[in-house]
């Protein structure tokens, strides 16, 4: 029938934005798809922006103290610690006062927790778009990373009046926060979309991670310095891919040397690259049979 | 390119049953630990958490081969758990097959089924806007389209007010009235037909026809015959995941009647 074939060829008549897959798509049982594919994220950026953006909308609602508590998280914590570690324990901060050395270490811990948690239950509250509309699943874990990003602005803005206070001038290494930064979004996210797809076949992940991220807390260097790890552990403690994020954070925030020496720097972005890119392998094997895990 | 707009070729999917009953302590945390490398050595995507037991599976859809032109209006028929929504699962891409495969040829709107994806806690308005953008729309299209959107569904009043409190067929209207609206080329319908009150499924059914004339291909589930009738020119009957019957509408109506009678 040439007559219909004709509104196919059409294209024309079709908006440019639902033309994103070139309109011509192949489904086929033995494929096997890019463990990253750039470009179908970026045809799909709307999809992204509207998923981070009903994620910081949602967040708060039905809260009573709101976006209160993105900030009385950590200065809480902050507050209990100096008293306990600080004061108490006189745990050595780097020469910094130990309320803003224990502060910049829990900045970015609380996003990474924050990410971890977020992307745990993406999969499975996200059901219901999962099992409606295509688009690239590696979107959910991801907008978890990025509407997070709104929590961690508003603590470094915290973080950046406590220097302040504490008149601790940040020098030109202060240009390579955002740097810092994007090393943390990248552990969060690799960690993240593990989490995401390791909690869809077993539910004991979402309920082992409250306690894995509190003893990790302890293994990562917030409320003490590296330095405090005897020599012999130092290597094996670096695995941890946060252990560099904290050194590199605090190394640009304030004009104190490197807390932990380059091997164990490399020892700690080679564990962030490992989680990364083997997460996204790990997540593109999976990706097209997230539908099937017994949520649909 | 493709004379069809969808062309299927033997496709087929397995389920593995009793994936997740847990035969004791010491092979869950053998499964924790070993689920991960599966999915670093070669296996089928179609096959979820497959590394070992090859062969218990359960084949809900299989050895499913048809051919739709573009424009046509095909009924899918058959008793529950047939495997209808299965396929249309696989054809939207929602889930990937186990076996076969399919051309797809023009733009596929969403899944259209009982239960949209819309968030509970938004307003009608923000989830016609999230939900327009995760189906393929921009904002500025959204934007225009608004008002239609909103008087199809007929849920103006309720507009600004959370979802949560929504009616189920309030619910399924507005989403119904956003599908429709993304102007799709080819449409996947689960029943959703079903749900709303007469004079919406007459609405439906009217928009639906209005679609068919302008070269929409749509394929749709139903157990609703006035439907299958009124609308398609065709129909495919299954049956215990296998396709025994395409041809014309009241051939396989005949078919599905007689089929439930036994």
Same mark, same amino acid.
């Given at each position: 029938?040439?007559?219909?074939?004709?509104?196919?060829?059409?294209?024309?008549s079709?908006?440019?934005?639902?033309?994103?897959?070139a309109?011509?798509?192949s489904? *086929?049982?033995?494929?096997?798809?890019?463990?990253?594919?750039?470009r179908?994220?970026w045809?799909?950026?709307e999809?992204?922006?509207?998923?981070?953006?009903r994620d910081?909308?949602?967040?708060?609602?039905q809260?009573?103290?709101g976006?209160?508590?993105?900030?009385?998280?950590?200065?809480?914590?902050?507050?209990?610690?100096?008293l306990?570690?600080?004061?108490w324990?006189?745990? #050595?901060?780097q020469?910094?006062?130990?309320?803003?050395?224990?502060?910049?270490?829990?900045?970015?811990w609380i996003?990474?927790? *924050?990410?971890?948690?977020?992307?745990s239950?993406?999969?499975?509250?996200?059901? =219901?778009?999962?099992?409606?509309?295509?688009?690239?699943?590696?979107?959910?874990p991801?907008?978890?990373?990025?509407a997070?990003?709104?929590?961690?602005?508003?603590?470094?803005?915290?973080?950046?009046?406590?220097?302040?206070?504490?008149?601790?001038?940040?020098?030109?290494? /202060?240009?390579l926060? #955002?740097?810092?930064?994007?090393?943390?979004?990248?552990?969060?996210? =690799?960690?993240?979309?593990?989490?995401?797809?390791?909690?869809?076949? *077993?539910?004991?992940?979402?309920?082992?991670?409250?306690?894995?991220?509190?003893?990790? @807390?302890?293994?990562? #260097?917030?409320?003490y310095p590296?330095? /405090?790890?005897p020599?012999?552990?130092?290597?094996?403690?670096?695995?941890?891919?946060?252990?560099g994020?904290?050194?590199? @954070?605090?190394?640009?925030?304030?004009a104190?040397?490197?807390?932990?020496s380059?091997?164990?720097?490399?020892?700690?972005?080679?564990?962030?690259?490992?989680?990364?890119v083997?997460?996204?392998?790990?997540?593109?094997?999976?990706?097209?049979?997230?539908?099937?895990?017994?949520?649909? | 390119?493709?004379q069809?707009a969808i062309?299927a070729?033997? $496709?087929g999917?397995?389920?593995?049953?009793?994936?997740h009953?847990?035969?004791?302590?010491?092979?869950?945390?053998?499964?924790?630990?070993?689920?991960?490398?599966?999915?670093?050595?070669?296996?089928p995507?179609? %096959?979820?958490?497959?590394?070992h037991?090859?062969?218990?599976?359960?084949?809900? $859809? &299989?050895?499913?081969?048809f051919e739709? %032109?573009?424009?046509?209006v095909? +009924?899918? !028929?058959?008793?529950?758990?047939?495997?209808?929504?299965?396929?249309?699962?696989i054809?939207?891409?929602v889930?990937?097959?186990?076996?076969? +495969?399919?051309?797809?040829?023009g733009?596929?709107?969403p899944?259209?089924e009982?239960g949209?994806?819309?968030?509970?806690?938004?307003?009608?308005?923000?989830?016609?806007?999230?939900?327009?953008?995760i189906?393929?729309?921009d904002?500025?299209q959204?934007?225009?389209?608004?008002?239609d959107?909103?008087?199809?569904?007929?849920?103006?009043?309720?507009?600004?007010?959370?979802?949560?409190?929504?009616?189920s067929?309030m &619910?399924?209207?507005?989403?119904?009235?956003?599908?429709?609206?993304?102007e799709?080329?080819?449409?996947?319908?689960?029943e959703?037909?079903?749900?709303?009150?007469?004079?919406?499924?007459?609405?439906?059914?009217?928009? $639906?026809?209005?679609?068919?004339?302008?070269?929409? %291909? !749509?394929?749709?589930?139903?157990?609703?015959? %006035?439907?299958?009738t009124?609308l398609?020119?065709r129909?495919?009957?299954?049956?215990?995941?296998?396709m025994?019957?395409?041809?014309?509408?009241?051939?396989? $109506?005949?078919?599905?009647?007689?089929?439930?009678?036994?």
């Amino acid at each position: 029938m040439p007559a219909k074939i004709g509104v196919i060829d059409a294209d024309a008549s079709i908006p440019a934005s639902l033309r994103r897959t070139a309109s011509i798509a192949s489904i *086929h049982a033995d494929f096997t798809a890019p463990v990253l594919n750039v470009r179908e994220l970026w045809a799909y950026r709307e999809v992204l922006y509207a998923l981070v953006w009903r994620d910081i909308k949602v967040r708060y609602a039905q809260t009573v103290v709101g976006v209160g508590w993105v900030v009385l998280q950590p200065v809480l914590t902050t507050a209990v610690l100096t008293l306990l570690a600080g004061r108490w324990m006189r745990a #050595p901060a780097q020469g910094l006062s130990y309320s803003l050395f224990a502060y910049s270490g829990l900045v970015p811990w609380i996003y990474f927790t *924050h990410v971890l948690t977020k992307s745990s239950v993406c999969l499975l509250s996200n059901n =219901g778009l999962l099992s409606k509309a295509y688009f690239p699943r590696l979107l959910l874990p991801l907008s978890t990373a990025i509407a997070g990003l709104v929590d961690l602005f508003v603590t470094i803005v915290i973080l950046g009046l406590l220097m302040i206070y504490h008149g601790t001038a940040g020098g030109f290494r /202060l240009l390579l926060l #955002p740097c810092c930064l994007l090393l943390l979004i990248m552990v969060a996210i =690799g960690t993240g979309i593990w989490i995401a797809v390791l909690n869809l076949y *077993h539910r004991d992940v979402a309920h082992a991670l409250p306690f894995a991220t509190q003893l990790v @807390f302890f293994m990562t #260097p917030i409320a003490y310095p590296s330095s /405090l790890v005897p020599q012999s552990w130092r290597l094996l403690y670096s695995l941890n891919p946060m252990v560099g994020v904290i050194a590199c @954070f605090r190394w640009a925030l304030f004009a104190s040397p490197l807390d932990i020496s380059l091997l164990q720097l490399t020892a700690s972005m080679m564990a962030a690259v490992v989680l990364v890119v083997s997460g996204l392998f790990y997540f593109s094997r999976k990706e097209r049979i997230l539908a099937d895990v017994g949520i649909v | 390119m493709s004379q069809y707009a969808i062309q299927a070729q033997g $496709l087929g999917k397995r389920f593995r049953v009793g994936m997740h009953s847990t035969r004791g302590m010491h092979e869950a945390i053998e499964r924790l630990v070993r689920e991960p490398f599966s999915a670093f050595r070669s296996s089928p995507a179609g %096959t979820p958490g497959d590394s070992h037991s090859r062969d218990d599976g359960f084949w809900a $859809l &299989r050895h499913v081969s048809f051919e739709l %032109t573009p424009g046509e209006v095909v +009924g899918v !028929l058959g008793a529950n758990g047939a495997g209808k929504s299965v396929l249309l699962k696989i054809l939207s891409r929602v889930t990937a097959p186990s076996e076969g +495969g399919a051309q797809i040829c023009g733009n596929v709107g969403p899944l259209l089924e009982v239960g949209a994806g819309f968030h509970p806690e938004l307003t009608g308005r923000e989830n016609v806007y999230f939900n327009g953008a995760i189906l393929g729309m921009d904002r500025d299209q959204i934007r225009r389209k608004f008002d239609d959107i909103v008087a199809f569904s007929g849920v103006e009043q309720f507009i600004d007010m959370a979802v949560k409190f929504y009616s189920s067929g309030m &619910r399924i209207r507005l989403a119904f009235s956003i599908a429709v609206h993304l102007e799709p080329e080819i449409m996947l319908i689960d029943e959703t037909l079903a749900v709303g009150d007469a004079s919406f499924q007459a609405k439906c059914r009217r928009k $639906l026809a209005e679609f068919a004339a302008q070269g929409c %291909t !749509l394929l749709m589930v139903s157990h609703d015959e %006035t439907a299958i009738t009124e609308l398609c020119d065709r129909a495919i009957l299954f049956s215990h995941g296998r396709m025994i019957k395409d041809g014309d509408v009241s051939d396989v $109506l005949r078919r599905y009647r007689e089929g439930e009678g036994k």
